[in-house]
């Protein structure tokens, strides 16, 4: 059995997935007021470009840079291309291994010249893409509820693991 890293993936990438299966392409693709003029589509590119670089650089024995993506439009407009991503990277992340390393390059200059490289692992940078997808899923519950309130997420859809824990901790007393 898998740890709770991989199930969390899942969990998410699968809120994903139903989100795909539940939004029309015009709401997926409309400039919202709310996101200073972005889409849904571009948070959810966002996201799946993380994965598609995490999984590029276990595959391929390279270096992890978050930075250096590729930016593609045609998931931004397109959920079956966003579902299929989607689908790539579950089905990726219910077969991978825990005991890879990795090699995380990163910058913080404004410039993008001086890069450090930091060792990780496939389960840290797993758990940073928890966190990275979970953010970016709370800007989009939240664009949601105020716009399409018609379309039904998963009750814990952006919300963090601490906060759900929290929240039935509560719930329970």
């Excluded at 299966?21 to 996101?35: F, G, H, R, S, V």
């Excluded at 598609?52 to 930016?71: F, G, M, Q, T």
């Excluded at 931004?76 to 689908?87: D, G, I, K, N």
């Amino acid at each position: 059995m898998q740890n709770h890293i991989f199930i969390a993936n899942r969990e998410i990438l699968s809120q994903l997935i139903h989100l795909c299966e539940n939004i029309t392409p015009l709401q997926y693709c409309e400039a919202l007021n709310l996101l200073s003029q972005n889409t849904i589509g571009k948070h959810m590119r966002h996201i799946i470009e993380f994965y598609d670089i995490l999984i590029e650089a276990y595959e391929k024995n390279k270096p992890i840079s978050y930075d250096k993506r590729v930016h593609c439009t045609e998931t931004e407009t397109s959920l079956v291309l966003a579902s299929q991503r989607l689908s790539k990277a579950l089905n990726w992340v219910e077969n991978a291994q825990t005991d890879k390393k990795l090699m995380l390059i990163v910058s913080y200059d404004s410039e993008g010249k001086n890069s450090i490289s930091i060792p990780s692992s496939l389960e840290r940078e797993l758990v940073y893409n928890i966190e990275h997808a979970i953010h970016h899923m709370a800007i989009i519950r939240i664009a949601i509820e105020k716009e399409f309130p018609d379309i039904e997420l998963h009750k814990n859809f952006g919300i963090a693991y601490s906060t759900i824990r929290y929240r039935d901790d509560l719930c329970a007393h």
